[in-house]
């Protein structure tokens, strides 16, 4: 493993060099390589440390996020040596070594049941990627099976954790990162040139990307609380438009947000060659059905050619139900579970109510849809008792930021993974 760490910055070798501690923390900015250096530093532990016949544990926010940050980089780390093996074992995921029968557990862990998928485990080693995402009860039980047995003596065994910076009074930040000297552990803090593949014209492209309070977080690396409004860059003398390109739009679709006694929020939305988005029209009513009586409601849309549509995840009955009701208009229309991973789809937008560099914006909203600029203004995060942002949402003024929210964010991970991947979300929730 040695002849891979000619490609390290000196702040990847350093941790790769490193004995491994009790915790072994790498926070920093996204992109700045923290990741990389974990895999080839988790390879050469399994390598060369491990023991035969060893459990560890890999962790991640979601299967998918695991597998797609960790799991296909390590089997790449270990193309050519060929000792990892990714398969199932009693419908769970494992990476196996089979000549020294070393298994890998690898699983999800983003709520509260995550903690019984690890229960009665013992495991020689955890390395855990995006750790904040995870809840403290599976932290709390991860740790408390990181032991083995080593001449007869119990051992404390190590943990890898990669993550980018969330608020300060995060469990993680106040028990772990701030006590890092008491618990035998090491905070290695990773910034942009951190990364040997850095260069100025990336780092530029990604201020682009976030505002407000992800910009001080994933691009200074900051630990800071949210504050305030959520969307703090909508402007309404730019994003509030009285006229529509119509010409120029390739694509029109909906968001939808559920409601009965909460109002059920439905945004018309064209997108032009450029990816720009235009939220043309709304429908924002109280005691609406899902059921044909809809069709009356949304009458006025039947000019447009609505090819998708994108709803709350967690009501996938209504998902069907819309798609086979719209269909009877629009016959090629197809409804999508929502990704609802409110954090990541909330800097989706912020990101496309930030400018261009040919000027423009990636979001605008026609000035009849009321509500829409409405609630914008007023999606605001929850406070604590000091007044200040907790990184969670107020459930008020939020059903149309829901509603553009669904079809922003899961259309980026739509061409980024695949239709597939939102039609098989859709048929486990049936």
């Avoid at 949210?226 to 119509?246: C, K, L, Q, V």
């Avoid at 069907?320 to 016959?331: D, E, F, G, R």
């Avoid at 605001?380 to 964010?409: Q, V």
């Amino acid at each position: 493993m040695t002849q891979t760490t000619d490609i390290f910055s000196a702040k990847q070798r350093a941790f790769y060099d490193e004995p491994l501690k009790d915790f072994n923390m790498l926070s920093g900015v996204t992109g700045s390589g923290k990741s990389f250096c974990a895999n080839l530093k988790f390879y050469k532990y399994i390598c060369e440390q491990v023991p035969e016949g060893s459990v560890l544990l890999l962790s991640g926010n979601t299967e998918e996020s695991l597998y797609d940050n960790i799991i296909l980089p390590l089997l790449d780390i270990d193309r050519n040596i060929d000792w990892l093996e990714y398969t199932g074992v009693a419908a769970k995921k494992r990476l196996i070594i089979r000549h020294k029968d070393i298994q890998i557990v690898c699983t999800g862990a983003n709520n509260e049941k995550s903690q019984d998928r690890i229960h009665g485990k013992n495991v020689y080693m955890w390395y855990a990627d995006e750790v904040v995402k995870q809840p403290k009860s599976f932290v709390d039980m991860a740790l408390s099976r990181c032991r083995y047995v080593e001449k007869g003596r119990m051992r404390v065994a190590p943990v890898i954790w990669t993550m980018n910076p969330d608020s300060p009074s995060h469990y993680i930040k106040t028990s772990y990162i701030d006590n890092a000297h008491k618990i035998g552990g090491i905070n290695w803090f990773f910034g942009f040139y951190d990364n040997p593949h850095m260069n100025a014209e990336f780092i530029e492209k990604q201020k682009l990307r976030y505002g407000g309070v992800f910009y001080e977080r994933m691009i200074l690396g900051k630990w800071i609380l949210a504050e305030g409004n959520i969307y703090n860059e909508f402007d309404r003398s730019t994003h509030i438009i009285d006229i529509i390109p119509y010409n120029q739009i390739q694509e029109w679709i909906i968001g939808v947000d559920w409601g009965y006694e909460n109002p059920l929020a439905i945004l018309l939305i064209g997108i032009d060659s450029d990816d720009t988005y235009y939220i043309v029209d709304e429908i924002y009513v109280q005691h609406q059905l899902i059921d044909d009586s809809i069709l009356d409601v949304m009458a006025n849309w039947n000019v447009y050619n609505i090819t998708s549509g994108y709803g709350d995840r967690s009501r996938p009955e209504y998902i069907v139900q819309l798609q086979n009701i719209i269909q009877k208009v629009h016959k090629n229309f197809q409804m999508y579970p929502g990704e609802n991973d409110v954090q990541e789809g909330i800097q989706e937008v912020m990101r496309r109510l930030k400018k261009r560099n040919n000027g423009r914006c990636g979001l605008y909203i026609n000035k009849r849809c009321v509500n829409t600029i409405r609630e914008t203004e007023n999606y605001r995060w929850k406070l604590n008792k000091e007044g200040i942002g907790k990184d969670e949402p107020i459930k008020e003024n939020d059903h149309c930021p829901d509603a553009y929210r669904y079809p922003i964010y899961s259309r980026r991970n739509k061409f980024d993974f695949g239709e597939e991947r939102l039609q098989s979300k859709l048929r486990e929730k049936i």
